[in-house]
């Protein structure tokens, strides 16, 4: 099993950055898929990015895409959310979720996909 703890919380005015952490303990990450979901006051857990056990392959929801870059360094146990050029629309609570795939290609964009979950950061953007 592994756990799983997100970093990197802050308050940020819109146009500005931040960088999230999500941390693996209890086993070694590298074969785990891992995905970046958030949920804003009121509405439902959204897909952010995911990428794959061996870091080749991400995927990006289309309301992210060219402002968010997800990466990962299994040295380190850690993966990665890079968030530029941030919206007020962002503002949410981040998790992120890891589950052993199948192969070292695969990632996952449903919620339920995932296994292990941490325990989310907030996001907030001001205008």
């Known amino acids: 099993q592994v756990q799983l703890v997100e970093s990197g919380a802050g308050l940020v005015q819109a146009g500005g950055s931040l960088r999230l952490s999500c941390a693996a303990s209890g086993r070694t990450f590298n074969s785990y898929a891992v995905g970046w979901f958030r949920q804003a006051p009121g509405k439902e857990r959204e897909f952010v990015a995911a990428?794959?056990?061996?870091?080749?392959?991400?995927y990006h929801a289309n309301s992210v895409k060219g402002r968010f870059t997800i990466s990962r360094d299994n040295a380190v146990n850690t993966v990665y959310l890079r968030m530029n050029s941030l919206k007020p629309e962002d503002t949410a609570v981040y998790y992120c979720?890891?589950?052993?795939?199948?192969?070292?290609?695969?990632?996952?964009?449903?919620?339920?996909?995932?296994?292990?979950w941490g325990q989310g950061t907030q996001v907030t953007v001001s205008s």
């Open positions: 990428i794959s056990w061996c870091g080749s392959f991400t």
């Open positions: 979720a890891a589950v052993t795939p199948p192969s070292s290609d695969s990632l996952y964009v449903g919620e339920k996909s995932y296994d292990y």
